[in-house]
């Protein structure tokens, strides 16, 4: 009798759970090294945050010549452009009547936040025209030597800079708003109040008689001023309908930083923008 020989399929069946693990294996280790990929294109685009050290004061003295905001670079890894940075500052008390208040204000390069009303030589026929700046300007190294490094506050030092011609945005001191400079060791970032200034190492000069403190300590008086008879301005609230003012110390702390008193805490951030790290942060406080 002829035997049949039954050839069975197992050897098969068992092959086969091994290739389906072999293929699960294989597919994870494409999805991994496609992610891998794609995270490693994120982080290669993605630039490293710069380090920054600074000595920053903010003073309130009562009046334009005893108050200002000042950042001092002390070191840094590699020059900074400050059209990569934003400065924000935040602040908040009580009043002695209770009256809780809070200020500050975000600096953006490129984006004017000084506003003047001046005319130079009055006698001489020339218009009012507003004179608007980005603060806070620099000074010292790492600013272009052929900024002029003197404050808008002085209006013959723009004649110098405009002449006869009346000024636009891209007209007055660009070298040394922030957004135009770099910050090194030796940069000065400086603001002060409206009434009459220098550069840091020459505070001073003659109060136009209106500005801040001028007539009663840590408020500002408004109006129409002017010194020699050569050199007026108009300086009103920043609420006016017609000549809104915004002198610097607004600019970087908000319309009422006159509210801050010694004592009182102001937190100052550097923000990176390409890289959205806060590079520098600290409570400053408020000097008398």
């Not at 200002?68 to 500052?89: M, N, Q, R, W, Y």
């Not at 900024?147 to 030092?157: F, G, K, L, M, Q």
Request: glycine share 12%; aromatic share 10%.
């Amino acid at each position: 009798m002829k035997q049949t020989r039954m050839i069975t399929k197992s050897g098969e069946d068992a092959v086969s759970p091994v290739v389906g693990v072999m293929l699960m294996l294989v597919v994870t280790i494409i999805i991994a090294a496609v992610v891998s990929g794609f995270a490693g294109g994120l982080a290669s685009t993605t630039e490293k945050a710069p380090t920054i050290a600074m000595d920053v004061e903010i003073a309130n003295g009562g009046t334009w010549s005893t108050s200002h905001f000042s950042a001092l670079v002390t070191g840094v890894e590699e020059g900074i452009p400050t059209k990569d940075l934003k400065l924000v500052t935040r602040w908040s008390k009580t009043l002695s009547n209770g009256t809780p208040v809070n200020g500050g204000a975000t600096v953006i390069p490129g984006e004017t936040n000084t506003q003047l009303y001046y005319t130079l030589w009055p006698g001489m026929g020339m218009d009012y025209t507003w004179w608007n700046i980005t603060a806070p300007q620099g000074h010292g190294l790492g600013v272009d030597p052929a900024a002029v490094v003197d404050y808008t506050y002085e209006p013959a030092n723009m004649d110098e800079v405009v002449g006869s011609a009346a000024p636009d945005s891209e007209g007055l001191n660009v070298g040394s708003w922030f957004g135009k400079y770099n910050l090194i060791p030796g940069t000065t970032m400086y603001a002060e109040p409206f009434g009459s200034a220098r550069e840091p190492s020459q505070i001073g000069g003659s109060a136009l008689g209106v500005g801040y403190g001028v007539d009663t300590p840590f408020e500002y008086t408004y109006g129409v001023g002017d010194t020699w008879g050569t050199e007026c301005a108009q300086f009103f609230a920043p609420d006016d309908a017609t000549y809104p003012s915004i002198d610097q110390m607004m600019a970087i702390l908000g319309n009422n930083w006159y509210e801050l008193r010694a004592g009182d805490m102001v937190q100052v951030s550097l923000v990176h923008t390409p890289s959205g790290k806060v590079i520098w942060q600290k409570d400053v406080v408020v000097e008398g």
